[in-house]
Nanobody, 122 residues
Framework: QVQLVESGGGLVQNGGSLTLSCVAS????????MGWYRQVPGKERELVAL???????TYADSVKGRFTISRDFPKKTVDLQMTSLHPEDTAVYYC????????????????WGQGTQVTVSS
């Protein structure tokens, strides 16, 4: 089975910085896309940032210029450096792995981490 484990969440003051990290483990051959989504209670999960195997990045408009996504492809990790955090960034952040190919499996799969809380105090 494939697992995504996040770390780095916590409480930070308005204007502060945090870095989230996620590592994928299991019988993984390749991962096309890794990234981050976030969700607040009562709202749908929303895209924050994605980075594909061919190094295409996608950012939500609300985080452009403040957040930076990076991957270590051999280590199957993805980081999200978050700066100039606002209280509106408070959410549970979920690691995402899409287009995952496992050994001896022709299908691709998507996986989610369990989430890490980020709270920005005003």
């Amino acid at each position: 089975q494939v697992q995504l484990v996040e770390s780095g969440g916590g409480l930070v003051q308005n204007g502060g910085s945090l870095t989230l990290s996620c590592v994928a483990s299991g019988s993984i051959f390749t991962i096309d896309t890794m990234g981050w989504y976030r969700q607040v209670p009562g709202k749908e999960r929303e895209l924050v940032a994605l980075l594909t195997l061919n190094e295409t990045t996608t950012y939500a408009d609300s985080v452009k210029g403040r957040f930076t996504i990076s991957r270590d492809f051999p280590k199957k990790t993805v980081d999200l450096q978050m700066t100039s955090l606002h209280p509106e960034d408070t959410a549970v952040y979920y690691c995402y792995a899409g287009g995952v190919k496992k050994f001896f499996d022709l299908q691709t799969h998507d996986f989610w981490g369990q989430g890490t809380q980020v709270t920005v105090s005003s």
